[in-house]
């Protein structure tokens, strides 16, 4: 059943990576305004005349619940580092090993193939760069990429969704 969701996942090795971002603390219950901050990116891209480089992606910084919240940024890859201003943060997608799969399907089923993904990595004996600090998981480089263009594909059912976790730096592709 797991195969109907997520194609077999890989490791690759990756180079840094430019991208400008909003930062959200966001409940699961507030993800129309984190998704809504992807065209806000876009707009501000086109103001700055910059483009996008790559698909929009979240990245999660720390993990919530059903009753906690995100601490996550929604981002946007460019070619050159561009200046943000006291919304738009810049930053750097790091560099280095990752484990990747492609989630297939309605994004309300990511949580399937997020944790099929993270299972495969420890059964292959990968150290994803993740720590715990109390009860707060806090992860130096978790993605989900939005490969699928929002406007032309407007059944989620068809939606992919590239998701990557930055292995530590010992594990080599």
Not at 53 to 62: E, L, S
Not at 76 to 84: C, F
Request: aromatic share 14%; proline share 4%; net charge negative.
């Amino acid at each position: 059943m797991l195969k109907k969701y997520i194609t077999e996942p890989f490791v690759e090795e990756r180079t840094e990576q430019p991208y400008v971002g909003i930062s959200i603390l966001a409940g699961l219950s507030e993800w129309e305004e984190v998704n809504g901050l992807v065209g806000e990116l876009f707009e501000w891209l086109k103001m700055q005349g910059t483009k996008p480089a790559g698909a929009p992606f979240f990245r999660y910084w720390c993990m919530g619940d059903f009753e906690g919240k995100y601490k996550m940024e929604v981002g946007v890859p460019v070619k050159r580092m561009v200046a943000g201003d006291r919304r738009v943060v810049v930053g750097y997608i790091p560099g280095g090993s990752y484990v990747t799969a492609m989630h297939k399907g309605h994004p309300e089923n990511l949580d399937k193939s997020l944790a099929a993904l993270e299972q495969w990595a420890v059964q292959e004996g990968l150290e994803i760069d993740k720590r715990w600090e109390g009860d707060a998981e806090i992860w130096n480089g978790r993605f989900e990429f939005y490969v699928s263009d929002f406007e032309a594909e407007e059944d989620l059912n068809n939606w992919a969704i590239e998701i990557a976790f930055l292995l530590l730096g010992d594990d080599a592709a």
